[in-house]
T-cell receptor, first 113, second 113 residues
Framework: GAGVSQTPSNKVTEKGKYVELRCDPISGHTALYWYRQSLGQGPEFLIYFQGTGAADDSGLPNDRFFAVRPEGSVSTLKIQRTERGDSAVYLC???????????FGPGTRLTVL | AQKVTQAQTEISVVEKEDVTLDCVYE???????LFWYKQPPSGELVFLIR??????QNEISGRYSWNFQKSTSSFNFTITASQVVDSAVYFCATTGANSKLTFGKGITLSVRP
């Protein structure tokens, strides 16, 4: 079956602009996660959804970052007033239930000029 | 909070050598899960294994094996008879009472022909 998909694969934007990153999880997976990976580092947790609700958003770095999952499937990560420090690969993962193995998408490489 | 230490940063071996990747974790949770992921040059994280903290049995899957030692908080990964296709960054990770993955910094494995 289809894996986790993310669009766009690459996004280049200017400092101060707004961006949206989309994640399509594996069909039927109830849990969805966003991570951010900087060069040479392991992924860092941003937010976790169980169904439609954000169960844990403790990893969001500040209030410029927001994510939604309105119908319990597709999720969108939104970043306002982007800064150069936001440049990273944003990874989405899904799992059948919480604590199951998480399957990752290919990521969106965000570059803020 | 969980923490994962992967003390080795880069390992280089010649094809057919065995190689062990070390992972030490810290957690205050009594129930937790341990994971290994592979990130090949293409960039997509590939799930390899998930272990429950109550299951200390070692596991073998083809050329891969994992050694879980609760007494030393270690979850080491051995590749037997390494191949060039094993070249990648390998991440150890853990989840606890929350279900977010905490990753180590990764080990870059290079297998030379």
């Amino acid at each position: 079956g289809a894996g986790v998909s993310q669009t766009p694969s690459n996004k280049v934007t200017e400092k101060g602009k707004y961006v949206e990153l989309r994640c399509d999880p594996i069909s039927g997976h109830t849990a969805l996660y966003w991570y951010r990976q900087s060069l040479g580092q392991g992924p860092e947790f941003l937010i976790y959804f169980q169904g439609t609700g954000a169960a844990d958003d403790s990893g969001l770095p500040n209030d410029r970052f927001f994510a939604v999952r309105p119908e319990g499937s597709v999720s969108t990560l939104k970043i306002q007033r982007t800064e150069r420090g936001d440049s990273a690969v944003y990874l989405c993962a899904s799992s059948l239930y919480r604590d199951n193995e998480q399957f990752f998408g290919p990521g969106t490489r965000l570059t803020v000029l | 909070a969980q923490k994962v230490t992967q003390a080795q940063t880069e390992i280089s071996v010649v094809e057919k050598e065995d190689v062990t990747l070390d992972c030490v974790y810290e957690t205050r949770d009594t129930t937790y899960y341990l994971f290994w992921y592979k990130q090949p040059p293409s960039g997509e994280l590939v799930f390899l294994i998930r272990r429950n903290s109550f299951d200390e049995q070692n596991e073998i899957s083809g050329r891969y094996s994992w050694n879980f030692q609760k007494s030393t908080s270690s979850f080491n990964f051995t590749i037997t008879a390494s191949q060039v296709v094993d070249s990648a960054v390998y991440f150890c990770a853990t989840t606890g009472a929350n279900s977010k993955l905490t990753f180590g910094k990764g080990i870059t494995l290079s297998v030379r022909p």
